[in-house]
């Protein structure tokens, strides 16, 4: 597979929705796991598609471009990986990659990652929260030289309806270091 014939671009509105269905896909091939409990019903029940979370992906999207950006990569026409960051106050944070599974291992997410790292502000530290038992992440992150900080965070975006939530580690990357 060669990643040089895959397009990356800032993401338009109109690709909101097949994000979400990409996130979705990679949250199933990736986080149902027995150990924590977490089915693919709950994964499920996050409802990736719903009008509410187009809608808030859509105000996200239209922020200033100065604080935010989101590349989706795409193979022809269909979107295939994508990727969000952002500067905060004091920091930087990798908010997101997903590669869906087929298209993982060949170099794409190195492109987003290195593209996102280039956007950010080098002056502050890059953070970003990864699910514990993703440890293919893990070690993608650790290769561009992130590092666990022994924080766990509890965002939103490990929790489920059910109250079940999915363990995440902290790591940061500080180019100052």
């Known amino acids: 597979m060669n990643t040089s014939n895959f397009e990356i671009s800032e993401i338009k509105p109109e690709d909101i929705k097949e994000v ?30 719903s009008p509410t979370r187009i809608k808030s992906w859509q105000d996200r ?9 989101f590349w989706v990569a795409k193979d022809k026409n269909k979107i295939i990986a994508f990727c969000i960051v952002s500067r905060e106050s004091d ?9 869906l599974p087929n298209y993982q291992g060949h170099g794409l997410g190195k492109k987003l990652m290195e593209q ?14 990864v699910v514990t038992y993703n440890n293919k992440a ?19 975006l490990a929790k489920f309806p059910s109250g079940k939530t999915m363990p995440e580690i902290r790591m940061i990357y500080n180019k100052l270091t």
């Open 138 to 156: 893990k070690s993608f992150y650790e290769k561009f030289g992130f590092k666990e900080l022994g924080i766990t965070p509890i965002e939103d």
């Open 116 to 129: 996102a790292l280039a956007w950010c502000d080098y002056n502050r530290p890059i953070f970003l929260d």
């Open 61 to 69: 999207l239209l922020k200033d471009r100065e604080l935010s950006n």
């Open 91 to 99: 920091r930087n944070k990798l908010v997101a990659i997903y590669v």
């Open 20 to 49: 979400l269905e990409v996130q979705k896909i990679i949250w199933l091939a990736t986080y149902v796991n027995k150990e924590y409990d977490v089915t693919v019903a709950d994964i499920e029940s996050k409802d990736f598609n």
